[in-house]
């Protein structure tokens, strides 16, 4: 359990300052202000948003070592991001997700219009720098018919765009284990257009064998032909990575050499590297004062190499399409109406290729590439069509109501070995996924509101094939209804912001990665499983005096995660919890403002210990960590100001399993690598400069 008198005082510090008598008046700046979101959303406030949306400001994000993007979304109840050495990291939302080997998946992630999620069902926004960002929105649950209805949610990632000024900005961050990144920034703004130049350069030696890690990213963004009604915009991102893998160890390792690497991976230097680019082109216009729509065209693309201990996985990405959406608005009479509907195409070209790797015979120089042991290629083509509508009923009462629907094709041809070469389509058929909320707001301040809506994901190529490389035409994706109701509540003149929600989600056609060697999946069909929760947030701004502000927050989720019905080579794991996801998590923090532009900010994170295999006989152990950060800003001269800041993560040394390897399996003498051991304690500083003119 966490430290219960932490915890305690979080909540009694939360309620004191609850109950203490309210000014008439207030400061702007002694508010919490209300939080924007997409403008793809009908509503634009998220008080207004009858669905539970976590929302990381750019603040937020950039609150820790300006690195890592798990230490922020750990923050939002019912998300959990695990992380190992930063090149492999898996995403689950309220549960969903959790039982995927390797990656995140489940999960639809934009990065502005552009999808990060590929044809293959993976989602990566690890390469997203995040210096880059200005918000991350998280909707949980199968809530976003115009984002896909995914079953775990959706993440959207807003960027970074300095439209309205110029700005030139450098920025270094130095840490343990030789982490450097260094950003450059550049922003030009004209009447009509604007120019943002972004380029970083991420290094760490890593603190486990294997685990050095260097990423370098260029981004261009920005507007032209900018006009009062309309507007284009553009981006271009290209990433290089190259970043070795420690992999998984067992127990024993976890708890006596946890920074070791495990054996095969280390001999055979494994790594993954690889080249990637985004890119989209995007127009808006004003049809009339009622209506507007919104229209882009987008490339995804990565070439892969990754030299495991069992074989060289190269792979070949170049995904494309366009997406629409008209929003507007009218009215039935007394009743005010908002609506959104759209389409979208999306075509993902797949090319995996396998070979030996000669490692062993390679004098201790690590991998080496031999002969070609397969390749496959898949293309996959998605159709998706949505639409919202809102009724305002008054000013209290609203009814929201949407509809996905979505047409999946993909074709297979394995080119190699001759001897198995074959060629196969399949599509599923048309899923549709409808939702509807009601939401009643008791004051302008105030929203309750309850839903009901339906959610599916697709299979990954892996979990499409047989053990020997065929289409399964017996896999079907999984799907499920979530029931949900929620509140959002601003108190004490909007000093205080709380939140709450309570779900109910099962999943049917339960897809399950079966293990058939050493590091290599089938998927099935297997069960079904249980999802329910409760999750809450509270963010409180209090004014000591004209010098100190103090801003604490609370998150927490209490979830019932289990296995309806599942069995699984013949072993019944009914109503066993399910893998890879802990039931409850608990995050807290403070930070302390001054006048004059020093800060001192601490979080606290609980997570509950984690089932690692479907039978329930092995489990994580529950874990606290604690970082402490302080800086200083200020302005040099009008227009010039600077960040110093100093931070200390995991300042307990904890020890821990940032993230874990479910259904783990033993092949020979060797027990299962279920653990990726987390840093222990480490420190970081940074500093930047930013011009104005």
């Not at 809506?453 to 289409?471: D, H, K, M, Q, Y």
């Amino acid at each position: 359990m966490p430290n219960k008198y932490f915890i305690w005082l979080s909540f009694i510090s939360l309620n004191l300052f609850a109950q203490q008598k309210s000014t008439d008046t207030i400061p702007k700046s002694q508010v919490l202000k209300e939080v924007t979101i997409s403008n793809f959303h009908i509503n634009d406030s998220l008080l207004n948003a009858p669905a539970s949306i976590g929302i990381l400001s750019e603040k937020e994000l950039q609150a820790n070592n300006h690195t890592d993007i798990s230490v922020a979304l750990n923050r939002i109840p019912g998300v959990y991001m695990q992380s190992a050495n930063m090149t492999t990291n898996r995403i689950s939302i309220r549960g969903i997700g959790a039982r995927t080997p390797y990656g995140t998946n489940k999960i639809r992630a934009f990065y502005g219009n552009i999808p990060l999620t590929s044809g293959n069902s993976e989602t990566t926004i690890e390469d997203i720098d995040l210096e880059n960002i200005s918000q991350v929105e998280i909707i949980k649950g199968p809530l976003s018919s115009i984002y896909g209805a995914g079953l775990g949610g959706a993440i959207l990632i807003s960027p970074k765009n300095n439209l309205h000024q110029n700005t030139a900005s450098i920025s270094t961050v130095h840490g343990s284990f030789g982490l450097v990144k260094n950003t450059l920034t550049y922003g030009l703004n004209t009447n009509s257009s604007s120019l943002n130049i972004s380029y970083h350069n991420l290094k760490t030696d890593g603190w486990r064998e294997n685990s050095s890690y260097n990423r370098e990213g260029i981004t261009f963004a920005g507007e032209l032909f900018r006009k009062e009604k309309s507007k284009f915009s553009y981006f271009f991102n290209h990433t290089y990575l190259k970043a070795f893998i420690p992999s998984s160890i067992n127990k024993e390792m976890f708890d006596n050499n946890p920074q070791a690497g495990a054996p095969t991976w280390v001999d055979s230097k494994g790594f993954k590297q690889y080249k990637s680019v985004l890119g989209g082109l995007s127009y808006e216009f004003e049809i009339n004062k009622n209506f507007r729509n919104a229209t882009s065209i987008f490339i995804n693309y990565k070439d892969n190499n990754e030299p495991r201990p069992f074989d060289v996985l190269r792979q070949y990405n170049f995904a494309y399409g366009a997406r629409t959406a008209f929003t507007g608005n009218f009215n039935i009479g007394t009743i005010k109406s908002n609506f959104n509907f759209g389409a979208e195409y999306f075509r993902d070209d797949y090319t995996g290729k396998t070979f030996e790797n000669l490692y062993e015979e390679n004098n201790n120089l690590g991998s080496l590439q031999g002969n070609q042991l397969t390749q496959n290629y898949q293309k996959r083509n998605f159709y998706n069509a949505f639409a919202q509508m809102r009724f305002a009923f008054s000013n209290q009462l609203e009814l929201q109501t949407g509809l996905n629907v979505n047409k999946t094709e993909f074709e297979l041809d394995t080119t190699f070995p001759t001897e198995d070469v074959f060629a196969e389509t399949y599509s599923y058929d048309a899923i549709w996924s409808p939702q509807v909320s009601l939401l009643y707001k008791p004051s302008s301040l105030k929203t309750i509101y309850i839903s009901a809506s339906r959610g599916f994901s697709l299979p990954s190529v892996e979990e499409t094939l047989t053990a020997n490389g065929t289409i399964n035409s017996n896999i079907k994706p999984e799907s499920g209804y979530n029931f949900e109701l929620g509140g959002k509540f601003y108190f004490l003149n909007r000093k205080l912001y709380t939140e709450f929600s309570m779900y109910s989600m099962q999943i049917n056609d339960l897809l399950v990665a079966q293990r058939i060697g050493d590091d290599q999946y089938v998927g099935i069909n297997a069960g079904e499983t249980l999802h329910q929760g409760i999750e809450f947030s509270a963010d409180y701004t209090i004014k000591m005096n004209d010098f100190l502000t103090i801003n604490p927050f609370v998150s927490a989720s209490i979830g019932n995660y289990e296995f309806k019905e599942f069995i699984d080579n013949d072993n019944d794991f009914s109503g066993n919890e399910l893998t890879g996801i802990p039931s409850n998590k608990a995050n807290a923090g403070i930070t302390f403002n001054t006048k004059i532009g020093f800060y001192l900010s601490a979080d606290y994170q609980f997570v509950d210990e984690i089932p690692l295999n479907d039978s329930n006989s092995v489990y994580s152990e529950s874990y606290e960590i604690i970082n402490l950060k302080t800086g200083y800003n200020f302005e040099l001269f009008k227009g010039f100001t600077s960040k110093i800041a100093f931070g200390v993560n995991n300042i307990g040394n904890e020890k821990y399993a940032s993230m874990v390897l479910v259904n783990a399996t033993a092949f020979g003498n060797a027990t299962p690598r279920y653990y990726y051991p987390g840093l222990p304690v480490n420190y970081y500083g940074n500093v930047s400069f930013e011009y104005t003119f």
